[in-house]
């Protein structure tokens, strides 16, 4: 049975949450690298401020930083990173519960009069977004007017255990799978390249320094270097590629192992045990980066 779950097809909430957390992320590092350009233009006018546009050159760095600094307080008084995070905690806490429902697993378990079983799922939807107040005026609206449980969820309810164990090992199980795969290379190939760029830019710091003992009459762009070379420390450090990367590789192979265990399922209580391993396996990771995120 060929059965496609898309994210239109899960609640409104989960859509909303969704959406907002990418808008914050956006925002949080659109402002991150804003930041780090305009200290290194200041830097820049800085430098050549010497000559006849002395006044000129050093009024337009003022500016800059100025804005740079207008900008390290947005990022702190309006903390987009904090929207982000709890978005992707409601989005991630959403979609498992969505997941559950669907396979009939805990707390869903079957039952004769499926209405208690939506009701049960939407008092925990409502639990989850009580939970989560920071984000109420930034979730958009129009995803959530719809029913929280779509039709292609409550079709997936009713089908058998074979049907349902298929549909989560190509919808669920496959999509995260490939989904962390690809965030892993990202990442991988992300870090590879910044830390080529700062040990060029270091390399280059060190020929120069070496350069001015020679002549030290030479004015050079050393100071500008050191902070295109701090800049992309800082944007590593934003980023997280290498830490995304190696832990966006072990879920991969968790996952793997998961997704060889539903050849042994043969009864409603043991696919519900299994969807409760996977969905844990799932969000162990987001759960672990949320976690060292409010260290």
Same mark, same amino acid.
Request: aromatic share 12%.
């Given at each position: 049975?060929? =059965?496609?779950? &898309? #994210? ?13 957390? +990418? *808008? @914050? !992320? %956006? ?81 869903? =378990?079957?039952? &004769? #009069? ?13 639990? +989850? *977004? @009580? !939970? %989560? ?103 590593? !450090? ?58």
């Amino acid at each position: 049975m060929e =059965i496609t779950i &898309e #994210d239109k097809d899960l609640p409104g909430l989960y859509q909303s949450a969704n959406s907002s957390s +990418i *808008l @914050e !992320q %956006n925002k949080y590092f659109y402002g991150i690298g804003a930041y780090l350009v305009l200290l290194i233009l200041a830097a820049l006018f800085t430098f050549f401020s010497d000559g006849q546009c002395n006044a000129i050159y050093k009024i337009v760095s003022t500016i800059l930083f100025l804005t740079a600094l207008f900008i390290m307080i947005w990022l702190r008084t309006n903390k987009p990173d904090n929207i982000w995070y709890n978005g992707r905690a409601v989005a991630e806490s959403v979609k498992t519960r969505a997941w559950r429902w669907m396979m009939r697993a805990e707390p869903y =378990i079957d039952c &004769e #009069d499926v209405e208690i079983m939506r009701k049960h799922f939407v008092t925990d939807l409502k639990i +989850i *977004l @009580e !939970q %989560n107040k920071s984000l109420i005026g930034k979730l958009g609206t129009n995803a959530s007017l719809d029913d929280p449980i779509s039709k292609k969820m409550s079709f997936v309810r009713t089908l058998t255990l074979k049907d349902r164990i298929e549909v989560y090992r190509k919808e669920r199980i496959a999509n995260e799978a490939l989904w962390y795969s690809k965030k892993s290379r990202f990442n991988k190939k992300r870090a590879t390249f910044w830390f080529w760029v700062t040990v060029g830019l270091h390399g280059l710091a060190i020929i120069l320094l070496l350069y001015n003992i020679k002549e030290p009459t030479f004015k050079l762009p050393i100071s500008i270097i050191a902070v295109c070379a701090s800049s992309v420390l800082t944007w590593l !450090q934003a980023k997280k590629h290498n830490e995304l990367s190696s832990s966006y590789t072990l879920t991969v192979h968790e996952i793997m192992l998961i997704r060889a265990e539903t050849n042994r399922i043969e009864s409603e209580e043991e696919f519900s045990s299994y969807i409760m391993n996977c969905e844990n396996a799932f969000s162990k990771e987001h759960t672990q980066w949320f976690a060292r995120k409010n260290e």
